[in-house]
């Protein structure tokens, strides 16, 4: 009877363990795990006490599956957890923008320019003292371009909140980008004011994710509606960065993710802001604001040491019925 009521109490804690460590994911190796021993008890049952070496082939062994099995869970939390941080940046330069169009009645133009027209730098650059970055913006000087050796120091600064986790890229690029083009709502000189648009705001893309692009921060490099079009009518395989699609923000504020690859007819009403297309709900998965869930260290230590503790019944004469 004690016996069982030990058994019990185990496979409670080793299951309770897994699960707190790992979320419902965490069920697959507990399971594993208490089959092996199951099958190990019932075999030492049968054949008396195992040999030593027996004992630590088995426990290589068990350890190899439990890693095993783990090594996937523990990528899929962290992933989902890169994805809940890449959709927070996104949501704190939407409240930079709108914090901006209030005080200055509109969105930054995409890029400043010298007074031959050519571009100094970007739309990120403007967006600074509104993210709480205003150290770096007052160290740029904002009639010289964004890699000229008076700006080296400040645009070399790495922000964050402008690259998301899961991009490779060096640490002071940028993974998220305008779509800047006459038919978007962000042009070149200025962005066209969200109530001169005649689509729906929900459905209208003002910011996009883009993967291994190692674009400086400060650069005033964006997308062509041409480059984004591309983007979302391709397999985001591809890319390096999430899969299955990609983050965007929508012209009001909405963040969202884009499974790709459309078609031609949806990239193109999700893009333009006065197009008149009809866009389908069901492309669009809003990312609801949550706190990215985070795999708890020490339980899954303890899950590890019970996943091993059953070795110790074999030393002696515990045999769990």
Not at 18 to 46: K, Q
Not at 65 to 87: D, H, K
Not at 129 to 156: G, M
Not at 209 to 216: D, H, K, S
Request: aromatic share 8%; charged share 20%; proline share 5%.
């Amino acid at each position: 009877m004690l016996g069982i009521t030990l058994t019990i109490v185990y496979v409670v804690a080793l299951i309770t363990s897994a699960v707190a460590a790992l979320g419902s994911t965490g069920l697959f190796p507990a399971i594993v795990v208490i089959s092996c021993w199951g099958f190990v008890y019932r075999r030492h049952a049968d054949s008396g006490r195992l040999p030593r070496l027996s004992q630590v082939l088995i426990v290589l062994l068990l350890l190899i599956v439990t890693l095993a099995i783990l090594l996937p869970s523990v990528q899929s939390v962290r992933e989902s957890s890169r994805r809940g941080m890449c959709a927070h940046n996104l949501r704190l330069i939407w409240y930079g923008l709108d914090q901006y169009r209030r005080e200055h009645g509109d969105f930054p133009a995409a890029s400043t320019a010298d007074g031959g027209g050519t571009p100094l730098l970007s739309w990120r650059v403007a967006l600074l003292p509104f993210l709480e970055r205003n150290d770096v913006y007052r160290r740029i000087d904002q009639t010289k371009p964004w890699n000229d050796a008076a700006n080296d120091s400040a645009t070399a600064t790495p922000i964050h909140g402008y690259a998301c986790p899961s991009d490779a890229s060096v640490i002071q690029a940028t993974s998220y980008f305008a779509v800047v083009d006459p038919r978007t709502i962000w042009r070149h000189d200025q962005t066209e004011r969200p109530k001169a648009a005649t689509d729906s705001l929900s459905a209208t893309i003002l910011l996009i994710e883009v993967f291994g692009r190692n674009t400086a921060w400060a650069a005033p490099i964006d997308l062509t509606f041409d480059e984004a079009r591309r983007l979302l009518t391709t397999a985001s395989d591809r890319d390096p960065g999430h899969q299955g699609g990609r983050h965007v923000v929508f012209a009001d504020g909405t963040v969202g993710f884009v499974g790709t690859p459309l078609d031609l007819a949806a990239a193109d009403a999700l893009l333009t802001s006065s197009g008149g297309e009809e866009v389908d709900a069901n492309l669009i998965e809003i990312v609801a604001p949550r706190q990215s869930y985070r795999i708890n260290r020490w339980a899954l230590v303890l899950f590890l040491v019970l996943s091993l503790l059953p070795i110790a019944g074999l030393e002696g004469d515990t045999r769990p019925t």
